[in-house]
Each structure stands twice: as C-alpha cells, then as structure tokens.
C-alpha cells in the first residue's frame, strides 16, 4: 500500500487486472510491442506466486518485465508471517536478475537497475522485492547512486569475431543447400533487413521458431514459415534437408528441431545468438558467433558481397511441398462439417490491418495459426512459446493494446485457454481497450486430445468440456458485443467492422473437436521428415531426391505443356 500510494502522488498510470497472473501476461505483451520494460506490481505471498507463471513465460520468450513484489517487514522474516514467500528464492531461477531490497537508499538504484537489466542483451523479466517497513522509510536521495554496483557488460554480447565471421561466410558458400533459422532474437536486434538480404544473396530459404515467426514477413518469397513439431511441410523439408544451417537468435528447441540426433548433428550448424550460455547447449555448432544478431549478419555481408548462382532445384522442390500442402488443405476444408480452423485464419487475415497486433492463446488454434496466420510486418506476433501458457491470449491482447492504442489487436484463443483468465475482459470497458478475440470453441483441450488420439489407444481423458459456459452471456457481461457467425462471410464482417471503428468485439467460431486434428505433425522423439503430412499428401516425401524430384518436375512442365 505505500509503494502504490506514492505511485497515486507521482500521478504513474495504473492498470487494475482481476487476477496477478494476467497482469503479469500484459505487461510480457506491453514489453514486446513497446520495446521496453512493462512493470507489474503485486503483493507478497499469493499475489507474487500469482506471477511466478507471467515471469516464467517472460524467462523463456526473452521478454522484457520488471516485476515489483511486496513483502512482509524484514522484522519478521523466516517466521511464517502473514503472506511470507521467499518470492527471491522462488524466481531466482527464472528471472534474468533478482534482488530483495533491505534499506531505503538502496530501493531507487535496484529499480533503475532492474529496469535497464530488463532490456539489456537478451531480453528477460527482473524482480525487485519491497518490504513493507523499507517502502514506509524516509529517505533522501541526495548522493544515491543510479545503480546497484553491478557489471552491465557481461549482459552485452561482445562484437562478431572475425575469424569466426569469416569461416562461416565461407561455409555458407561452399554449401549445397544452406537454410537460415530465424529465431526472436532476430526480432530484438532489428535484423529484420540484414536476414533477407543474406537470404536474397544465398538464394536460401528461410525457416523460423514459433516466435521468430514474429522477425521476417511471410510474404517474402523465401521465407517457408516455422518449421518444427507443427511448421509448415516445406519449412520442416527445408531444415531438414539443409547441409549448412545459419540459426540467428535461437536457442534449438526440441519443439524446432524434432530431435537431436544424427540427422541434426551431422549438419554444418553456424550459431549466431547474443546469449553465451545458448552456444553448444543442445546442438554443438560448426561456427559459433556471440554476438548481436544484427552487428553478425552485417559482418557477414561484408564477407559474402556476393554468392555463385546456385542450383534452384532446392528452392522449386519447396514450393512445390507449399503448393501441394495448400491443396491438400483446400479439399481438406470441403469435408468439414464445421469450420476448417485454417480457413478462419485465412478469414481473419483479410479482416484485419496488415499491421494489426496478433496474440495468441495455447492449444490447437495456436498450431493452426503458426501455419496459417501470415506476419507481415515484423513485431506483430506475440504468442507463449516456451512455457506454453495457456490463459496467455486475452491479458497479453490487452497488454499490447496499452502499448499500441492506434492498432487493432487481435486476441485469436481457444474455448480452454479463454475460460483460464477471461476475467480481465473488465478491462476493456474500465480502460477503454478495445481487442477483438476469436474464440475457436470446439469443447476441449483439443492439442492434448490429439496426443491421447494418436498416441493413447484413443482413450479421451479430461480433454473434453461441456457445453457451458455460453461465451455470448460473458461477452454480454462484460459489455462486449459476441457473434457466433453461421459462414466465414460473417465472420470476416464482424471483425472487419470492429477493426474499422476500434470496437471489442468477440467472435465465437465453432470447430468440430473429432475434425480438428493439426497436422502437418512431428511426433515427440521424430525427426522432421517423420512428420505426419494431412490427407492428399500421402505421395509426398520430405526427404529431398534429385533425381526423383527431377522426374516430378518434367512431369509437371510436360502436364502444364498439354494445358496450354
């Protein structure tokens, strides 16, 4: 109570969310789209261990977060007092830096210190705990140092080295079939430019992470979009038939790369990432580049001025994967009897502004729209990657709206992931934020089904709900307009209304839980050409083959030939 009554003296806006863990979530999504920290503050006991979730999230998403707790007065520490919790201990493994403050002189130099930390280097959450008789002292800051006596350069990555510079240059042009990996921090750095003029340069394919989806734009003829667990077919077949692999600002996660045995291994791995401590953790590079995503890229394209015309046999066997997923998926959709997920998506993306924010909860609908969902514009794709945060979606929409009142924000969730932290929908009418949410209500946890369908004999088991809640009284409780449309004509109507007039609006589209089946799909411990492709693609290999690709290509050229 006194850190937020000086907050009321200082005039410091404040947000009241209806639970810790979504304002912890918004102020993630505030940080992402602002590229600053966003602060949440809380009480000790319940409310810190409330946010231990949104810190966790914002640990493995590289986002930035202050975090500042209350806590019992120091002289009643290690007595169990009311709301105790050694919140330092708790977040100490999931928190860029931590720090319990014992006098007055040293509460403005942890903040400051917090804050900066936040942001520098790789991105991450910080906490700073208050006990409640350091927050009502006196004190005067007349000679107080802006910081906590602490070495900010071991935060900051060192430039490229040189040598290590040019002996990747020198892979990447000897290689048959380099790929570039972009992760988030490609995002971070505003190496946005840098990554496609390589990728122009080499003639190579882009394949992203989950969140580096959020770094390139979809639209750029070489990017293949997110490979992994449930990328796009020809992502996966392009990392998988890489010799040389060119990873910026990730961290190969198992959900990225399948597995990590000798099909990986045996590839020529060069690891750009500001982070030490991501170099040779899961996958031993060839070349290993500490350093900022963008000061590295430039680095090498002073190395590669320019590149051999290469062989673009590789490229057209890719697109070709892309246009025979897209058919596949265009037959698929006719046998819904339902709404096709994907078809939403594609909905959704015509409604909205090319550079409206897009947040995503966790489930089913999250792997459909890391397939479908086209970024355009760099910085507008926020979603719970690492920790996989179901409730993630509505809390972070209103998060970035607060960062971006002139965008529409799009929160896209499922009817689970929805129902966790639905309670600060009171937001969008006590602040004025204005989110659209589309919620795909199929009435279950249908990612898990999925597993217990595929890999559990199909014995469903707390994967299916009931029928209640009726998501349009909530809206209606919430003073929110809802419309659960009967085509994807209204859909797009409503939604494009909403966006136009900056209103709330939430859409509950029905999705049939025995047809919403994600695929592609790589199995846990598959590799990536192992994945399960959807019906149509039964033929289609991701393993590349010349020589069969060869015959596949002159059968096309003579069939489009006889067509005219």
């Given at each position: 109570m006194g850190f937020f009554d000086a907050l009321a003296l200082e005039g410091i806006e404040i947000y009241m969310f209806r639970h810790e863990q979504g304002a912890a979530h918004a102020a993630d999504a505030y940080g992402r789209v602002a590229r600053r920290p966003g602060v949440v503050s809380v009480t000790s006991g319940p409310g810190a261990t409330n946010i231990v979730t949104g810190i966790a999230n914002a640990y493995f998403?590289?986002?930035?977060?202050?975090?500042?707790?209350?806590?019992?007065?120091?002289?009643?520490?290690?007595?169990?007092?009311?709301?105790?919790?050694?919140?330092?201990?708790?977040?100490?493994?999931?928190?860029?830096?931590?720090?319990?403050?014992?006098?007055?002189?040293?509460?403005?130099?942890?903040?400051?210190?917090?804050?900066?930390?936040?942001?520098?280097?790789?991105?991450?959450?910080?906490?700073?705990?208050?006990?409640?008789?350091?927050?009502?002292?006196?004190?005067?800051?007349?000679?107080?140092?802006?910081?906590?006596?602490?070495?900010?350069?071991?935060?900051?990555?060192?430039?490229?080295?040189?040598?290590?510079?040019?002996?990747?240059?020198?892979?990447?042009?000897?290689?048959?079939?380099?790929?570039?990996?972009?992760?988030?921090?490609?995002?971070?750095?505003?190496?946005?430019?840098?990554?496609?003029?390589?990728?122009?340069?080499?003639?190579?394919?882009?394949?992203?992470?989950?969140?580096?989806?959020?770094?390139?734009?979809?639209?750029?003829?070489?990017?293949?979009?997110?490979?992994?667990?449930?990328?796009?077919?020809?992502?996966?077949?392009?990392?998988?038939?890489?010799?040389?692999?060119?990873?910026?600002?990730?961290?190969?996660?198992?959900?990225?790369?399948?597995?990590?045995?000798?099909?990986?291994?045996?590839?020529?791995?060069?690891?750009?990432?500001?982070?030490?401590?991501?170099?040779?953790?899961?996958?031993?590079?060839?070349?290993?580049?500490?350093?900022?995503?963008?000061?590295?890229?430039?680095?090498?394209?002073?190395?590669?001025?320019?590149?051999?015309?290469?062989?673009?046999?590789?490229?057209?066997?890719?697109?070709?994967?892309?246009?025979?997923?897209?058919?596949?998926?265009?037959?698929?959709?006719?046998?819904?009897?339902?709404?096709?997920?994907?078809?939403?998506?594609?909905?959704?993306?015509?409604?909205?502004?090319?550079?409206?924010?897009?947040?995503?909860?966790v489930g089913s609908h999250q792997m459909w729209a890391e397939q479908h969902w086209d970024v355009y514009v760099p910085g507008t794709w926020i979603t719970s990657a690492g920790l996989g945060t179901m409730g993630f979606c509505v809390p972070a929409a209103l998060g970035a709206k607060i960062a971006a009142r002139d965008r529409t924000v799009l929160c896209i969730d499922g009817d689970g992931s929805f129902q966790m932290t639905m309670n600060n929908l009171a937001l969008v009418r006590d602040y004025d934020l204005p989110i659209i949410v589309t919620v795909f209500d199929n009435r279950a946890l249908m990612l898990v089904k999925q597993w217990q369908i595929y890999m559990y004999d199909r014995r469903i088991v707390a994967t299916e709900y009931s029928r209640w809640p009726c998501f349009e009284k909530i809206a209606e409780a919430y003073g929110i307009d809802a419309v659960r449309p009967a085509s994807l004509e209204e859909l797009e109507a409503a939604v494009r209304r909403a966006a136009r007039n900056n209103e709330p609006l939430i859409a509950i589209v029905d999705i049939d839980r025995e047809e919403d089946i994600v695929l592609p799909w790589v199995k846990p411990g598959d590799w990536l050409t192992e994945a399960i492709l959807p019906p149509g693609m039964e033929d289609v290999s991701l393993v590349y083959d010349e020589k069969e690709w060869e015959k596949v290509a002159s059968a096309i050229a003579a069939k489009t030939a006889r067509s005219g």
């Open positions: 998403d590289s986002a930035p977060v202050l975090a500042i707790t209350g806590q019992v007065p120091t002289s009643v520490f290690g007595r169990d007092a009311f709301q105790e919790t050694d919140i330092v201990g708790v977040t100490a493994p999931i928190t860029k830096f931590v720090y319990q403050v014992r006098s007055p002189g040293e509460a403005g130099p942890a903040v400051r210190t917090a804050y900066r930390l936040a942001i520098e280097g790789r991105p991450g959450p910080t906490l700073v705990d208050f006990p409640r008789d350091v927050q009502l002292s006196s004190h005067e800051p007349a000679d107080e140092p802006d910081y906590l006596p602490l070495n900010f350069a071991k935060y900051r990555p060192p430039p490229p080295d040189p040598e290590a510079v040019a002996r990747a240059a020198r892979l990447l042009l000897m290689a048959a079939r380099p790929v570039i990996l972009v992760g988030n921090g490609v995002y971070w750095s505003g190496a946005t430019a840098e990554v496609l003029e390589l990728a122009e340069r080499l003639q190579a394919p882009i394949v992203t992470t989950l969140p580096g989806k959020n770094a390139v734009p979809a639209d750029h003829p070489l990017v293949m979009g997110p490979a992994g667990m449930h990328g796009r077919a020809e992502a996966d077949a392009a990392l998988a038939n890489a010799d040389v692999v060119l990873a910026v600002g990730t961290r190969f996660s198992d959900r990225t790369v399948g597995r990590f045995g000798p099909e990986l291994l045996e590839k020529k791995i060069i690891h750009i990432d500001a982070d030490p401590s991501e170099h040779g953790k899961n996958v031993p590079p060839a070349v290993s580049v500490v350093a900022d995503a963008r000061q590295a890229l430039r680095a090498l394209l002073r190395e590669i001025r320019a590149a051999p015309l290469r062989d673009t046999r590789f490229l057209e066997w890719l697109n070709w994967i892309r246009r025979r997923y897209e058919e596949a998926m265009e037959k698929l959709a006719a046998r819904f009897r339902k709404f096709p997920p994907w078809k939403v998506l594609k909905t959704l993306r015509q409604a909205v502004p090319r550079n409206a924010i897009t947040v995503t909860g």
